[in-house]
């Protein structure tokens, strides 16, 4: 059964760079068949895109956050990552990683998520 | 970009209602739409894909129609584990993917 889980800091400082990883589990990161993905939902708001990216490290990002974010791949380690640069306040969400079969569109295993607070 | 708007925001039913949730587009589209319902603490769970596919796993009570530009998720015998948060996703293109805002169904 495939698996993904995030992991990183809970806590970041305002204007400093939000890390977390996603590790898949059950499944290999390097198929063909797959993108792979982050999501967030900021408290008492909605789901956002912010990017995707294929094992090969082709990437795509959300328009209105692509200047601060930076999604990588490690298929060594069957792991990819997010970085979103300069965080404030509104960068306060419930991070996601999720699973994307090229021939659905839609993510179909999400992570559990985790909750990333920015504050000093 | 493609923008999502979602009607109603929300909804209270009752136990054996059908629920239908309507999902607009800025501007039309091939049918790469899905629906996902989403419970507080929980990760989303995808319903339909590709505008009418049902997810595998997923219950019949549940059906997507549409195309274009105007799309909807049915819920055609309401459970009281269907008391959620649903969201439709466009995914005309990899470059730009649009969750619309949501609709909260809760109980009546």
């Known amino acids: 059964q495939l698996q993904l889980q995030e992991s990183g800091p809970g806590l970041v400082k305002p204007s400093e760079t939000l890390s977390l990883t996603c590790t898949v589990s059950g499944g290999s990161i390097s198929s063909s068949s797959y993108y792979w993905g982050w999501i967030r939902q900021p408290p008492g708001k909605g789901l956002e895109w912010i990017g995707s990216i294929y094992y090969s490290g082709s990437t795509y990002y959300n328009p209105s956050l692509k200047s601060r974010v930076t999604i990588s791949v490690d298929t060594s380690k069957n792991q990819f990552s997010l970085k979103l640069s300069s965080v404030t306040a509104a960068d306060t969400a419930v991070y996601y990683c999720a699973r994307l079969p090229i021939t659905i569109r839609s993510n179909d295993y999400w992570g559990q998520g985790t909750l990333v607070t920015v504050s000093s | 970009d493609i923008q999502m708007t979602q009607s109603p925001s929300s909804v209270s039913a009752s136990v054996g209602d059908r629920v239908t949730i309507t999902c607009r587009a800025s501007?039309?589209?091939?049918?790469?739409l899905a629906w996902y319902q989403h419970k507080p603490g929980k990760a989303p769970k995808l319903l339909i894909y590709?505008?009418?596919s049902l997810q595998s796993g997923v219950p019949s009570r549940f059906s997507g129609s549409g195309s274009g530009t105007d799309f909807t998720l049915t819920i055609s015998s309401l459970q009281p584990e269907d008391f959620a948060t649903y969201y439709c996703?466009?995914?005309?293109?990899?470059?730009?993917?649009?969750f619309g805002p949501g609709t909260k169904v809760d109980i009546k």
């Open positions: 501007q039309g589209f091939s049918n790469w």
């Open positions: 590709a505008a009418s």
């Open positions: 996703q466009q995914a005309n293109s990899f470059h730009s993917f649009t």
